[in-house]
């Protein structure tokens, strides 16, 4: 069995059947099974389906939120949100069927016309911050394409997936067309990746897995996606509205305990604007709510566990000065303050590496070509943001920037009907928008002979 850790008391909330190997390979024979009938349903009723989906976790919204809540450990305001974006996701998708449109093409002789295809099986992989929310954007698409899903929800996080099999169910999904396996990445993982029947991996987690898993499904020409990691600039000039940017800082990268793929991580700051912004920064990070997931005042809650929490502490090495932390609980549970530190340049391991905890770089710029410099400076390139009240600076520098997601004057980066991913090491492909049934079809090309010869 696998224990599942709720990491705000570290105890125990629940237990559920460990998988292996062999359940994976039953369960993508159940998905293989199930393809040609899901695939042959008509279009209009795959939406009915997806809809119903979306009518059945939204009339269980409160309960998913609370058990998200406690086992990533999030702010349950956070939970509600993303529960919410989970109905707005299938939603979305259900009406994608009868809108997976082909093209015809002038050719002699004949019709030529082409036709998105359904891949088969594919295999989502997903990882414990956004447990549910990164499972709609890849399980949405998947099935309003036509293929059937095997699903393995990180071990940590594996509660609501579970739920969301049984939602399915219970809304007519037929049986074998949606399969989660609860197991370890290195084998429930590695087998999807390696399984001759899967046709595609989803996968979101970080660079180094994602390296591992775009290797192993080269062996049988997978599609493959991928969104792995970051290290995203939130750029401010002196020109911003420096309290505004100062005020909505913290949350871009102390939300969800900084275990956010696109945490701006490094605050650059333009010199002239440095101390007003710093003293703005440090009376909202001083003034962040840090404890129990299930208070609606929670702002932050604990880390995953205890192994990661020791990773994010090792970012503390004594030599980078930090600035000043705000508060957290004493245990038990996996607390951390957030945490800004000012490292002299942007050549340190924290500005480097992805820290995936509530601690903030701030690293001054001098001018604009500078701070683009440093911004790009980095293997990866999801997201990030530019404050500025110039909006042609704002947006030149936007442009400038090597990375898939990007926001002036704010610090969003992900709504369901745009496309989200990565430059870089950050990943490949793109979830959501019209962009994601890209990745869960291929193009089939029929020409029809209208003349002899
Ligand atoms: P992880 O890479 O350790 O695990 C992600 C998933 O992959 C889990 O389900 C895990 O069980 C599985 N896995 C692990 N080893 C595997 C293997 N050898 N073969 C196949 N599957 C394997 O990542 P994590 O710690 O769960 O999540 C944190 C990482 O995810 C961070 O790097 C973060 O940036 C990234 N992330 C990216 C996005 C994005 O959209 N770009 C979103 C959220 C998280």
New binding site residues.
């Given amino acids: 069995m696998i224990e599942v850790i709720e990491p705000a008391s570290a105890e125990v909330m629940a237990e559920v059947p460990r998988a292996g190997a062999e359940e994976v390979d039953e369960a993508v024979a159940r998905a293989k099974a199930a393809f040609p009938a899901w695939r042959a349903v008509a279009p209009a009723d795959r939406s009915r389906l997806l809809r119903g989906l979306a009518d059945g976790l939204e009339a269980r919204a409160g309960d998913l939120a609370v058990l998200e809540a406690r086992n990533a450990g999030k702010p349950i305001a956070d939970a509600r949100g993303e529960i919410g974006m989970v109905v707005e996701c299938f939603r979305y998708y259900a009406a994608a069927p009868e809108r997976l449109l082909g093209q015809t093409i002038p050719v002699a002789g004949g019709v030529d016309m082409t036709f998105r295809e359904p891949l088969g099986v594919v295999g989502l ?6 447990p549910l929310v ?1 499972t709609s954007w890849k399980t949405a698409p998947a099935l309003a394409a036509g293929n059937t899903v095997v699903l ?4 940590l996080t594996p509660l609501t997936a579970i739920e969301l099999e049984r939602v399915a169910l219970e809304a007519g999904i037929p049986e074998g067309v949606l399969n989660v396996v609860a197991g ?3 084998v429930c ?2 087998r ?2 390696e399984h001759p029947d899967v046709a595609k991996i989803a ?8 390296r ?2 775009a290797a192993g499904a080269a062996r049988t020409i997978k599609r493959v996606t991928l ?4 290290k995203s600039a939130n750029v401010v000039f002196a020109d911003a509205d420096i309290e505004a940017a100062a005020a909505a800082a913290p949350f871009a990268v102390f939300g969800n305990a900084g275990q956010d ?1 696109c945490a701006r991580s490094r605050i650059l700051v333009q010199r002239d604007a440095l101390d007003p912004f710093m003293a703005a920064l440090e009376r909202t990070v001083r003034s962040m709510v840090v404890g129990d997931p299930l208070d609606e005042a929670t702002q932050m809650g604990p880390l995953i566990s205890e192994s990661h929490r020791e990773t994010v502490a090792s970012f503390l090495d004594g030599e980078v000065p930090v600035a000043f932390r705000g508060d957290a609980p004493d245990g038990p549970g996996y607390w951390f303050p957030p945490t800004v530190l000012e490292p002299s340049g942007n050549d340190v391991r924290v500005a480097r590496e ?1 820290v ?1 905890g509530p601690v903030a770089a701030v690293i001054p710029f001098e001018d604009e070509a500078e701070a683009v410099a440093i911004a790009n400076d980095t293997i990866y390139g ?1 997201s990030g943001s530019v404050w500025s009240g110039d909006g042609a600076r704002a947006l030149r520098v936007a442009r400038a920037l090597d990375t898939g997601v990007i926001s002036i004057n704010s610090n969003s980066s992900v709504r369901v009907s745009t496309p ?1 991913g ?1 430059f870089k090491q ?2 490949v492909g793109r ?1 959501l928008g019209p962009d994601a049934l890209e990745h869960y079809t291929d193009v089939k090309n029929v020409y029809y002979a209208t003349e002899e010869g």
């Fill in positions: 992989i997903v990882p414990w911050n956004f990164i393995k929800p990180a071990e370890p990445g290195s993982g590695q999807l990746v996968f979101t987690g970080s660079t180094e897995v994602g591992g898993i969104e792995l990691g970051g793929c992805e995936f999801l989200f990565g950050s990943g979830e």
